[in-house]
């Protein structure tokens, strides 16, 4: 299997990233997103990083490298505390393929990184609150590669804060591994 991982945000701590008063998004993706790729050449997959280039290009660049997935990564911010904050997985409301992908990653998140708590899936859409994440995957929604937008936990929400250790990021990465690896197995 090759994977693309794109590190979004253009890879900057720039205006539209998340951040706290102590953690920016860039930096935590950044580490979660090396623990994936060791873990998935571990298992004998390929893994391309992509930390330039808008979005569209992005999209265009996993697809001319025929990838079997594309996982646009992110940190996710803003949690209201209402609620049990969660990891969450965006698949392309067209996207057959993109649900299973996301609910492996969810099951595999949950199961690698317990304090994450819970993890949920979204079908993502181009109006309404999910069409920032669609943005993430719109060109890549069902074939090679299948997209996913993940924010696998909140940087700003004191249930998640044992998240931003480092430890705790590799393991993080790794069990979004182990999904991308179970689905492919399985499909
Ligand atoms: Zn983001």
Redesign the pocket.
């Known amino acids: 299997m090759l994977v693309v991982l794109s590190r979004?945000?253009m890879a900057t701590g720039g205006p539209?990233?998340?951040r706290s008063t102590t953690h920016t998004?860039d930096i935590l993706t950044r580490k979660y997103m090396a623990a994936t790729e060791d873990r998935l050449i571990e298992l004998g997959h390929s893994v391309i990083i992509i930390s330039d280039d808008n979005y569209r290009n992005r999209h265009e660049r996993a697809k001319d490298y025929r990838a079997h997935a594309y996982i646009a990564c992110?940190?996710?911010a803003g949690f209201s505390g209402r609620r049990q904050p969660f990891g969450a997985f965006f698949y392309d409301n067209r996207s057959e393929k993109g649900k299973a992908l996301a609910k492996s990653l969810s099951t595999a998140l949950v199961i690698g990184a317990p304090a994450v708590l819970s993890c949920r899936t979204f079908s993502a859409h181009p109006d309404g609150w999910t069409a920032p994440a669609y943005n993430t995957i719109r060109g890549v929604y069902d074939g090679r590669p299948v997209g996913i937008c993940a924010?696998p936990f909140f940087l700003d929400c004191e249930e998640h804060s044992w998240l931003l250790h480092d430890s705790a990021l590799v393991r993080v990465g790794t069990a979004l591994a182990e999904g991308l690896h179970a689905w492919y197995e399985d499909k």
């Open positions: 979004d945000h539209r990233s998340a998004e992110h940190v996710n924010e």
